[in-house]
Protein backbone atom coordinates (compact mmCIF):
# COMPACT_ATOMS: atom_id res chain seq x y z
CA UNK A 1 0.00 0.00 0.00
CA UNK A 2 2.70 2.47 0.82
CA UNK A 3 4.37 2.09 -2.24
CA UNK A 4 1.42 2.57 -4.21
CA UNK A 5 0.33 5.29 -2.40
CA UNK A 6 4.23 7.26 -2.67
CA UNK A 7 3.92 6.17 -6.40
CA UNK A 8 0.42 7.86 -7.05
CA UNK A 9 1.68 11.11 -5.14
CA UNK A 10 4.53 11.05 -7.16
CA UNK A 11 1.86 10.86 -10.24
CA UNK A 12 -0.08 14.07 -8.72
CA UNK A 13 2.30 16.41 -8.00
CA UNK A 14 3.79 15.84 -11.34
CA UNK A 15 0.32 16.49 -13.06
CA UNK A 16 -1.20 19.26 -10.56
CA UNK A 17 0.16 21.76 -9.14
CA UNK A 18 -0.19 20.74 -5.34
CA UNK A 19 0.43 23.18 -2.64
CA UNK A 20 -0.55 22.07 0.43
CA UNK A 21 -1.27 18.32 2.75
CA UNK A 22 -4.59 19.00 2.86
CA UNK A 23 -4.83 19.46 -1.14
CA UNK A 24 -2.47 16.52 -1.35
CA UNK A 25 -4.68 14.48 0.57
CA UNK A 26 -7.80 15.24 -1.14
CA UNK A 27 -5.89 14.25 -4.54
CA UNK A 28 -5.16 11.01 -2.91
CA UNK A 29 -9.02 10.35 -1.47
CA UNK A 30 -10.25 11.38 -5.01
CA UNK A 31 -8.10 8.52 -6.01
CA UNK A 32 -9.38 6.16 -3.17
CA UNK A 33 -6.47 6.73 -0.93
CA UNK A 34 -7.45 7.88 2.18
CA UNK A 35 -4.48 9.22 4.33
CA UNK A 36 -4.01 10.57 7.82
CA UNK A 37 -1.68 13.65 7.84
CA UNK A 38 0.85 12.38 9.59
CA UNK A 39 0.81 9.38 7.16
CA UNK A 40 1.02 12.35 4.17
CA UNK A 41 3.62 14.18 6.20
CA UNK A 42 5.43 11.10 6.51
CA UNK A 43 5.24 9.95 2.76
CA UNK A 44 6.57 13.82 2.14
CA UNK A 45 9.65 13.38 4.03
CA UNK A 46 10.53 9.66 2.51
CA UNK A 47 10.39 10.78 -1.19
CA UNK A 48 12.10 13.98 -0.61
CA UNK A 49 9.36 16.50 -1.81
CA UNK A 50 10.34 20.27 -1.88
CA UNK A 51 8.25 23.17 -2.12
CA UNK A 52 9.04 25.43 -4.97
CA UNK A 53 7.35 28.94 -6.18
CA UNK A 54 4.94 28.47 -8.75
CA UNK A 55 4.44 32.02 -11.68
CA UNK A 56 1.09 32.81 -9.43
CA UNK A 57 3.48 33.63 -6.38
CA UNK A 58 2.37 30.80 -4.33
CA UNK A 59 4.22 27.12 -3.76
CA UNK A 60 3.50 23.80 -4.74
CA UNK A 61 5.15 20.45 -3.76
CA UNK A 62 7.76 18.94 -6.25
CA UNK A 63 11.04 16.27 -6.26
CA UNK A 64 14.24 18.21 -5.84
CA UNK A 65 15.90 18.80 -8.85
CA UNK A 66 19.25 17.69 -7.47
CA UNK A 67 18.91 14.29 -6.08
CA UNK A 68 21.87 12.53 -4.51
CA UNK A 69 22.17 9.17 -5.86
CA UNK A 70 22.55 7.87 -2.32
CA UNK A 71 18.44 9.10 -1.87
CA UNK A 72 17.79 7.73 -5.23
CA UNK A 73 18.97 4.66 -4.26
CA UNK A 74 17.30 4.40 -0.62
CA UNK A 75 13.96 5.45 -2.58
CA UNK A 76 14.25 2.52 -5.57
CA UNK A 77 15.17 0.51 -2.13
CA UNK A 78 11.79 1.47 -0.23
CA UNK A 79 9.78 0.96 -3.65
CA UNK A 80 11.09 -2.18 -4.47
CA UNK A 81 10.75 -3.54 -1.07
CA UNK A 82 6.74 -2.57 -0.34
CA UNK A 83 5.70 -3.62 -4.19
CA UNK A 84 7.69 -5.50 -6.06
CA UNK A 85 6.00 -9.16 -6.07
CA UNK A 86 8.72 -11.38 -9.02
CA UNK A 87 11.43 -10.25 -11.69
CA UNK A 88 11.58 -11.93 -14.58
CA UNK A 89 13.48 -12.23 -18.16
CA UNK A 90 13.59 -13.18 -21.54
CA UNK A 91 16.40 -11.72 -23.79
CA UNK A 92 17.19 -8.80 -23.53
CA UNK A 93 13.45 -7.67 -21.61
CA UNK A 94 12.81 -7.86 -17.86
CA UNK A 95 9.11 -7.79 -16.09
CA UNK A 96 8.84 -6.86 -12.66
CA UNK A 97 5.37 -7.65 -11.22
CA UNK A 98 4.29 -4.72 -8.62
CA UNK A 99 1.34 -4.94 -6.24
CA UNK A 100 -1.90 -3.10 -8.05
CA UNK A 101 -1.04 0.02 -8.70
CA UNK A 102 2.61 0.60 -7.75
CA UNK A 103 3.99 -0.03 -10.92
CA UNK A 104 4.17 4.14 -11.99
CA UNK A 105 6.12 4.68 -8.78
CA UNK A 106 8.93 1.55 -8.93
CA UNK A 107 9.04 2.23 -12.53
CA UNK A 108 9.85 5.89 -11.64
CA UNK A 109 12.54 5.17 -8.76
CA UNK A 110 13.89 2.96 -11.73
CA UNK A 111 14.12 5.28 -14.09
CA UNK A 112 15.96 7.78 -11.39
CA UNK A 113 18.49 5.34 -10.87
CA UNK A 114 19.67 5.79 -14.72
CA UNK A 115 20.95 2.71 -15.14
CA UNK A 116 23.36 2.77 -18.43
CA UNK A 117 22.32 -0.44 -19.48
CA UNK A 118 18.60 0.15 -19.49
CA UNK A 119 17.18 1.66 -22.46
CA UNK A 120 13.85 2.02 -21.09
CA UNK A 121 10.65 0.95 -18.82
CA UNK A 122 7.26 0.91 -19.35
CA UNK A 123 4.86 0.71 -16.47
CA UNK A 124 1.09 -0.58 -16.45
CA UNK A 125 -0.88 -0.78 -13.04
CA UNK A 126 1.17 -3.39 -12.07
CA UNK A 127 3.47 -4.76 -14.46
CA UNK A 128 7.09 -2.88 -15.64
CA UNK A 129 8.58 -3.82 -18.97
CA UNK A 130 12.31 -3.28 -19.10
CA UNK A 131 14.23 -2.97 -21.59
CA UNK A 132 17.93 -3.77 -21.71
CA UNK A 133 19.96 -2.61 -24.24
CA UNK A 134 22.12 -5.59 -24.67
CA UNK A 135 21.09 -9.55 -23.94
CA UNK A 136 24.20 -9.87 -22.61
CA UNK A 137 23.97 -7.06 -19.74
CA UNK A 138 20.38 -8.70 -18.32
CA UNK A 139 22.31 -10.57 -15.69
CA UNK A 140 23.82 -7.42 -14.47
CA UNK A 141 20.94 -5.15 -14.20
CA UNK A 142 18.77 -8.41 -12.87
CA UNK A 143 21.29 -8.39 -10.29
CA UNK A 144 21.41 -4.90 -9.30
CA UNK A 145 16.77 -5.21 -9.50
CA UNK A 146 17.63 -8.32 -6.59
CA UNK A 147 19.50 -5.89 -4.41
CA UNK A 148 16.73 -3.14 -4.45
CA UNK A 149 14.55 -6.35 -3.21
CA UNK A 150 16.58 -7.50 -0.57
Known sequence: MKARRHGLILSIIKEK???TQEALGAALKAEGIEVTQATL??????LGLIKVPTPSGGYRYSLPLDRSFPDLLKRAER???????S???????????TTSGAAHGVAAALDD???SEVMGTIAGDDSILVIVRRK???EQVLERLYKLRR
Do not use: C, W, Y
Not at 41 to 46: A, F, H, L, W
Open 17 to 19: PIE
Open 136 to 138: DQV
Open 113 to 115: LDL
Open 41 to 46: SRDIKE
Open 87 to 97: IDHTDNLIMIK
Open 79 to 85: MFEGAVI
